[in-house]
């Protein structure tokens, strides 16, 4: 069945533009997360979305990111006034949201650049 | 936040068993523990997940000790094909949040 997609898969911009990361999940699941991977550095955890909501927001780098999921399915990242060290590969999981275990489903990320 | 410490880098032989392991010594109650393997240009794959004893699914097994401060993923005969990076994933799964990888291992696997 389809995966985890996300779009644009590449996007370069100009520092100080906002952009806009988009996240559709796998059909029916509740959980997704948002992770960045700066180049050739490991993996950070950003935010996580049971249904609609964000329990907690603290791994959200600054205040200039923003996330929001509606109808429990896409979520799109935004970034306002991007700075240089925005850039990295954001990535997207989602889970089905089962409470013994679960298992995380990562898309093919987005690999943004700040000119 | 667990804090999670992971070897660099490791090399193995096709036909080996390699073992990873991961520290995670602050590891909170309801943390549990997932391993990911990550290629050049992709995004993670699951590899397994557990919380504590040991879980062994068709690809590898996960060993937990009782105290849970660490784990070690176990992969039976790697070939070239796992060359990766493999991370460790400690959190909350219940509620989501506080979710810390390792720094990943990258696994070079010769002929």
């Known amino acids: 069945g389809a995966g985890v997609s996300q779009s644009p898969s590449n996007k370069v911009t100009e520092k100080g533009k906002d952009v806009e990361l988009r996240c559709d999940p796998i059909?029916?699941?509740?959980?997704l997360y948002w992770y960045r991977q700066s180049l050739g550095q490991g993996l950070e955890f950003l935010i996580y979305?049971?249904?609609?909501?964000?329990?907690?927001k603290s791994g959200l780098p600054s205040d200039r990111f923003s996330a929001e999921r509606t109808g429990g399915s896409v979520s799109t990242l935004t970034i306002q006034r991007t700075q240089q060290e925005d850039s990295a590969v954001y990535l997207c999981?989602?889970?089905?949201?089962?409470?013994?275990?679960?298992?995380?489903?990562f898309g093919p990320g987005t690999r943004l650049t700040v000119l | 936040l667990a804090k999670t410490t992971q070897p660099i880098s490791m090399d193995s032989y096709e036909g080996q068993e390699v073992n990873i392991t991961c520290s995670h010594n602050?590891?909170?109650?309801?943390?549990?523990i997932t391993w990911y393997q990550q290629f050049p240009s992709q995004g993670p794959r699951f590899i397994i997940q557990?919380?504590?004893t040991k879980v062994t699914n068709e690809v590898a097994s996960l060993f937990i000790p009782a105290d849970r401060k660490s784990s070690t993923l176990s992969l039976p005969r790697v070939s070239l094909s796992d060359t990766a990076v493999y991370y460790c994933?400690?959190?909350?799964?219940?509620?989501?949040?506080?979710?810390?990888f390792g720094p990943g291992t990258r696994l070079s696997v010769l002929p």
């Open positions: 999981a989602s889970s089905p949201g089962h409470f013994n275990t679960d298992t995380q489903y």
């Open positions: 059909s029916g699941h509740t959980a």
């Open positions: 979305f049971q249904g609609n909501s964000a329990p907690d």
């Open positions: 602050n590891i909170a109650t309801n943390d549990y």
């Open positions: 557990g919380y504590k």
């Open positions: 994933l400690v959190g909350d799964v219940f509620y989501g949040q506080n979710f810390v």
